[in-house]
Nanobody, 122 residues
Framework: QLQLVESGGGLVQPGGSLKLSCAASGITLGYYATGWFRQAPGKERVRVSCISSDGSTDYADSVKGRFTISRSNAKNTVYLQMNSLKPEDTAVYYC????????????????WGQGTLVTVSS
């Protein structure tokens, strides 16, 4: 059974960094597209970044140059390194995977984790 578990959220000051992790069980993430999404209070969930099964990546304009998505096949985990954090990055961050073999970020990432809260505040 596919399960995704996020971790690494917390409180950080503006300009600081956090690294989120999305650990998977039930699938080998290296074969599936995996993305990070976030939902701020009162706002819709939006995609932040994605990594395809072939390793290609994409980013929302709001995080380009500050966030980096990566994957460890050995640890079956996808990461989101977040630098130069801003108060507007405050949100619950979710990871999601497309449970189709050799999927790309163009597909539907509809297998979700439970989320981890990131708060950027002084």
């Amino acid at each position: 059974q596919l399960q995704l578990v996020e971790s690494g959220g917390g409180l950080v000051q503006p300009g600081g960094s956090l690294k989120l992790s999305c650990a998977a069980s039930g699938i080998t993430l290296g074969y599936y597209a995996t993305g990070w999404f976030r939902q701020a209070p009162g706002k819709e969930r939006v995609r932040v970044s994605c990594i395809s099964s072939d390793g290609s990546t994409d980013y929302a304009d709001s995080v380009k140059g500050r966030f980096t998505i990566s994957r460890s096949n050995a640890k079956n985990t996808v990461y989101l390194q977040m630098n130069s954090l801003k108060p507007e990055d405050t949100a619950v961050y979710y990871c999601a995977a497309d449970p189709h073999y050799l999927s790309s970020c163009q597909g539907a990432l509809d297998a979700w984790g439970q989320g981890t809260l990131v708060t950027v505040s002084s």
